[in-house]
């Protein structure tokens, strides 16, 4: 039966939560518990390339709640902590505000470490800069190097846009920020200090990122959630027009030497898919099916050394619990040898955020 006390809970808490908060949607535990699943490959290492943590009145997700997700049963070695405006400093120069964030998650790292967790958790962080200001954001990097202790990696760009507000928040970002000249300005300027550059943007906007890809040869890019093939507002019920367009976009994309691919992020409501709306949560066989061509269309196109499995936890945690998602990716990858597995789950993510992780090749 389902459970209406946990759907009013979450719609509760969702009204709490900022307009980008509340369309994420906020995940329900009584809801989670009601599909479990044995773990599969227990002993195949994971460095989960994509997660978050942020401090909210209505719905937090902090290193504890992380660890607990971690210790689910999947041999998790190592993090990477992705900006989520988390943290961020209420006063001083607004351009140094985001550098909070890079000091919040290292106090939340030497929280876990001090519990005694195995893992290495937020190994590698990557935060926020306003990179539109051109090479004046070298002070800026530098300020989150420091802040990092080690642990700084890069920072992410998520111009997130659309003209129709069924797919995107009416007024939310601006069009074409990727191919504002100060702004590939900055993103050269990771580069050129050695740090990598996350982006989320929808499929609508992979063309904007093959521009930036081409202007800025000299800076890694790692694009976020498969590329964002939408499911909502004008692509509802347009699934296999959209992939046909996503198809295209992800297969010239990977002519670009210096972008890597994310694999996940498709449980967000946004993608379409409308697992969260089950009564009860799916298997992860079913997770594999619908998600598996979108991953073989990447690893098909960039190869499996640039590709790598992420969480998007708590996110995606609207559809499914970590050890779920996990075995879906297991499920998935099942065609692809035990070399291209290795790099998936944790060979990748290590080479691409500098770790080294024990039992992990990069």
Not at 33 to 42: F, T
Not at 48 to 53: I, R, S, T
Not at 198 to 203: L, N, P, Q
Request: charged letters at 20%; aromatic letters at 8%.
């Amino acid at each position: 039966m389902h459970d209406s006390k946990s759907d009013s809970s979450a719609a509760n808490l969702a009204n709490a939560l900022s307009p980008t908060m509340a369309a994420l949607g906020v995940p329900r535990p009584e809801w989670l518990a009601l599909h479990q699943e044995d773990i599969l490959e227990p002993g195949l290492p994971i460095v989960d390339a994509h997660h978050h943590l942020w401090a909210l009145p209505a719905a937090s997700y902090l290193g504890a709640d992380l660890l607990q997700d971690l210790g689910t049963g999947h041999d998790v070695r190592a993090t990477v902590f992705i900006d989520c405006e988390a943290g961020y400093r209420t006063d001083g120069p607004q351009a140094l505000q985001p550098v909070g964030e890079t000091s919040f998650i290292v106090e939340q790292a030497r929280l876990m470490e001090a519990s005694g967790a195995r893992y290495q958790p937020c190994a590698a962080i990557v935060s926020w800069a306003d990179l539109s200001l051109g090479e004046q954001v070298a002070p800026v990097l530098e300020a989150h190097i420091e802040a990092g202790q080690g642990r700084f990696r890069g920072v992410r760009a998520r111009p997130t846009w659309h003209a129709d507000p069924g797919a995107h928040p009416t007024g939310a970002h601006r069009e074409g920020v990727l191919l504002e000249p100060a702004v590939q300005q900055g993103v050269r300027r990771l580069g050129a200090m050695g740090l990598s550059l996350d982006v989320w943007v929808y499929h609508s906007q992979l063309g904007d990122v093959a521009a930036l890809a081409a202007n800025c040869p000299d800076t890694v890019m790692v694009l976020n959630h498969c590329g964002g093939p939408l499911g909502v507002g004008p692509y509802a019920g347009r699934r296999a027009e959209v992939f046909d367009e996503w198809r295209m976009h992800v297969r010239s994309l990977a002519k670009f030497p210096n972008l890597r691919m994310k694999l996940g992020g498709l449980g967000m409501p946004r993608m379409g898919f409308g697992f969260e709306q089950a009564e009860r949560p799916v298997a992860s066989e079913l997770l594999a099916q619908a998600w598996g061509p979108y991953f073989e269309t990447c690893i098909e196109s960039f190869g499996a050394d640039r590709c790598m499995f992420e969480s998007n936890f708590p996110v995606d945690k609207v559809t499914c619990s970590y050890a779920v998602l996990w075995n879906a990716f297991k499920r998935a990858s099942q065609g692809c040898s035990a070399a291209e597995r290795a790099d998936l789950f944790s060979g990748t993510a290590a080479r691409t955020y500098r770790l080294s992780v024990p039992g992990v090749t990069s």
